[in-house]
């Protein structure tokens, strides 16, 4: 079996969340490896000029990137006792950010919820677990909603 020695586990802090993060510690715990939980804050920047000043977005931004780091770290804590955890808060477009973490750290494997999304709503709001899933160099564990 491979080793997975790094994980880059990617949450967006919905109830689902848990569920992504008890997959990534059972791994961790198999094989001794350490987590990267990462969260994507959204860069809001295609929305600069359509009649919002650019200050606005960026303190809506920044709100949401504080309140993440204020959530990462009690998530962390409560998902990943024992192991070898860090949670990182990162911005831009989330597909594009879970796969540059990945190469950086040099992960060897990534874990992410879908939210199963269907119809209208996926073609309209895309996957970014399908983008992360056809771009990757590292295997990719998805994992669905529980019923």
């Known amino acids: 079996m491979k080793d997975f020695k790094k994980i880059l586990c990617a949450v967006d802090f919905s109830e689902h969340s848990k569920d992504v993060a008890e997959y990534a510690a059972s791994l961790a715990r198999l094989t001794g490896g350490s987590v990267v939980v990462l969260y994507a804050a959204p860069s809001l920047s295609q929305y600069v000029g359509f009649h919002v000043p650019p200050n606005s977005i960026e303190n809506f931004v920044g709100e949401i990137v504080s309140g993440a780091e204020k959530a990462m770290e009690s998530f962390v804590s409560e998902n990943f006792p024992g192991i070898k955890a860090e949670g990182r808060i990162v911005t831009g477009y989330a597909a594009e950010e879970i796969l540059g973490v990945a190469d950086k750290e040099g992960a060897d494997v990534i874990?992410?919820?879908?939210?199963?999304?269907?119809?209208?709503?996926?073609?309209?709001?895309?996957?970014?677990?399908?983008?992360?899933?056809?771009?990757?160099?590292?295997?990719?564990?998805t994992i669905r909603p529980s019923a």
């Not at 874990?111 to 160099?137: N, P, Q, W, Y």
């Open 111 to 141: 874990i992410m919820g879908t939210h199963g999304r269907k119809g209208l709503d996926r073609i309209l709001f895309g996957s970014v677990a399908e983008k992360v899933v056809k771009s990757a160099r590292q295997p990719v564990l």
